[in-house]
């Protein structure tokens, strides 16, 4: 293989000897910052602090993934909070950062002085909080809509992303406007086959997402997104009629806004 310099992706696989690489993994040392392909994330589930990863592959997302070596080292930095992001697993890098709070996440490959360092930034959203507005102490039947509120909505025309999944439904997701409530409609919310007349615990989630900047010197289609995540759970259980077979399991949970 040979040692032109060129990007980061995904999992990896640990290098032994020779010239450093394998066919699932590659040395960054061996690569130019300019074939390096970044995906960057940071992300605050509620728990008050923000989680900080980055994806490395050459050339795209498909590509061999990167180990950084020699010089190489990814920081994170939100204000005063600045921290190397460890490895967790093959063209894997992440760490925690104290807090939530809407700033600037910054994440930046630094390099020695034979190529140039390359960064991106995004502004993690306004945090908020969510809660279940239908009454779900035995449950919620998959023939009655969810409702859900969140405290801070967004001033402007901005939207939430939303999923749902759980054991015994089919996932499903889309988009809300953030204007403070939706409503989980039963056609989203579909029973699995295999799962008629079962219960499980299901999780609505919402993300508040915002897509940042990513230094040209990255392959294109890199990209940078940070999200304020919440989520509720609940017991789903059966729709009426719901025991008597598949056929009659016509009505689920899905989402839509009111």
């Known amino acids: ?9 995904l999992t990896a696989v640990l290098l032994s000897g020779g ?24 992300i605050a589930p509620g728990d008050g602090q923000t989680l900080v990863r980055a994806n490395l ?34 063209g894997q890098y992440e760490v925690s950062l104290a807090e939530e709070g809407s700033r600037e996440v910054t994440v930046r490959l630094e390099r020695g002085e034979e190529d140039d360092a390359a960064q991106g930034t995004a502004l993690l959203p306004e ?13 919620i039947n998959r023939s009655t809509p969810a409702i859900v509120s969140w405290q801070d909505p967004s001033p402007d025309d901005a939207h939430l992303d939303w999923s749902v999944d759980g054991d015994c ?16 409609l039963t056609d989203n919310v579909q029973v699995r086959p295999t799962q008629v007349g079962e219960e499980c615990e299901v999780r609505l989630t919402l993300d508040r997402v915002s897509v940042g900047e990513v230094d040209p010197l990255f392959v294109p289609g ?28 016509s009505g689920t949970g899905a989402a839509v806004q009111e």
Not at 233 to 247: C, D, L, Q, V, Y
């Open 169 to 184: 439904i089919w996932a499903d997701s889309g988009i809300t406007p953030d204007d403070g409530v939706m409503t989980l």
């Open 57 to 90: 592959t050459v050339g795209g997302s498909s590509g061999t993934r990167v180990r950084l070596a020699g010089e190489d080292t990814l920081v994170a930095e939100a204000g005063d909070d600045v921290q190397d992001l460890w490895r967790r697993g093959r």
């Open 222 to 249: 890199s990209s940078f997104r940070a999200i304020q995540r919440r989520s509720v759970t609940f017991i789903s259980t059966p729709a009426a009629g719901e025991k008597n077979g598949p056929e009659a399991a």
């Open 1 to 9: 293989m040979n040692h032109q310099k060129a990007s980061w992706g």
């Open 19 to 42: 010239l450093g690489c394998t066919l699932e993994e590659v040395d960054s040392d061996a690569i130019r910052t300019k074939g390096i392909y970044a995906e960057m994330l940071a």
């Open 127 to 139: 945090p908020f909080g969510m809660q279940l507005e239908t009454a779900a102490g035995g449950g």
